[in-house]
């Protein structure tokens, strides 16, 4: 049975204390006003007209989905956005509310103790805002969710957190050895220093009675003085400021991308390239042999502003092979794990 309203002075009123009670206790919407009448949002007015529960009346005329429609959209910014993403939550059985207080959410569900902010799939974003938003979110112990709605309107829903990644791969004390360098990998031929380079943390890859390391790999064991490095030629010595500026002329952001390695090295993660997932890394918590790499590692500044389809591949692809997506934020030498994982309210 539909209820009636009365739309005056950009209000809905609901007049009916049993309509009011029916709305408010059992539907969460709306906020009781003098003598038990029940004011609506705009939004809310709009969603129960489209679900035929209201009749809205202005000067004695009945109202239409789109006369309020219009009338929301010209008072509340991307009106259609958060309509259609307020439209799927209620009727997924989400009391979702507007967020009137907190103004820098959208809306919250306090059944899912979250926040939600609300996005076009055009829109971009940067990797700073998020960060703010996730630290606001855990001040007030709520979840962080993104809604992002696309063209036809569908909705894909995210849950965003900064994380602590912790592995359980020891770190080792090894053996210093010579490393040679080839075009764009280095090569250490020491079969015993190899072959424990590589069981006790997987650095590199076979290569002969060898090993193959990548230019990171070699740079990290560089710095803890386990490799000296020398040129096929004349077998000269390459200090370590030198390696990096040869790796500087391919991959200029070399040292963010160490900062993250040397991070993950620390807090005892296995590392290796994510290059055919398109991440800088993938990372594991256990040795290869008993587990698959559960992330992929992403590094970026603190200026990185993204567009919501590269967000949307990168978390496909990572669910398509059972990993999670990991934005790292260097900023300096700290490192922040921003974490995005698909939901279903």
């Not at 370590?240 to 991308?257: T, V």
Request: net charge positive; aromatic share 12%; charged share 35%.
């Amino acid at each position: 049975m539909k209820a009636n309203g009365e739309f005056t002075n950009n209000k809905i009123i609901i007049q009916k204390p049993k309509d009011a009670g029916r709305f408010f206790n059992k539907s969460h919407l709306g906020k009781i006003i003098t003598d038990n009448k029940l004011e609506l949002s705009l939004l809310e007015g709009v969603f129960l007209i489209g679900e035929e529960k209201l009749k809205l009346y202005h000067n004695k005329k009945e109202m239409s989905f789109q006369e309020l429609l219009k009338i929301a959209a010209e008072k509340i910014y991307n009106f259609e956005i958060k309509y259609l993403i307020f439209r799927d939550l209620r009727k997924r059985g989400n009391a979702v509310k507007a967020c009137k207080k907190n103004k820098k959410f959208d809306f919250y569900i306090n059944k899912k103790n979250c926040y939600i902010s609300v996005f076009y799939e055009r829109n971009s974003i940067d990797i700073s805002k998020i960060q703010k938003l996730i630290e606001n979110a855990k001040r007030k112990k709520r979840e962080l969710w993104f809604a992002v709605v696309d063209e036809e309107g569908d909705i894909t829903f995210y849950e965003v957190s900064k994380i602590n990644i912790k592995g359980t791969i020891k770190n080792h004390k090894f053996s210093k050895t010579k490393g040679v360098l080839l075009d764009n990998n280095v090569v250490i031929f020491d079969k015993k220093n190899a072959e424990k380079l590589f069981s006790k943390e997987f650095f590199g890859k076979p290569f002969g009675d060898g090993i193959q390391l990548s230019m990171i790999e070699t740079l990290y064991l560089m710095e803890k003085k386990i490799i000296d490095l020398r040129n096929t030629k004349d077998e000269e010595k390459i200090s370590i400021s030198k390696f990096k500026n040869i790796i500087k002329k391919s991959q200029p952001d070399i040292e963010p991308i160490l900062t993250v390695f040397k991070d993950l090295k620390k807090h005892s993660m296995l590392v290796k390239t994510g290059f055919k997932f398109g991440s800088h890394f993938r990372a594991y918590t256990q040795k290869p042999d008993k587990n698959h790499a559960e992330y992929l590692i992403h590094v970026v500044n603190k200026k990185y502003r993204v567009i919501w389809a590269e967000i949307s591949r990168a978390v496909r692809l990572a669910h398509s092979v059972n990993k999670e997506i990991i934005f790292a934020k260097v900023e300096e030498k700290k490192i922040d794990y921003i974490k995005f994982g698909r939901l279903r309210p």
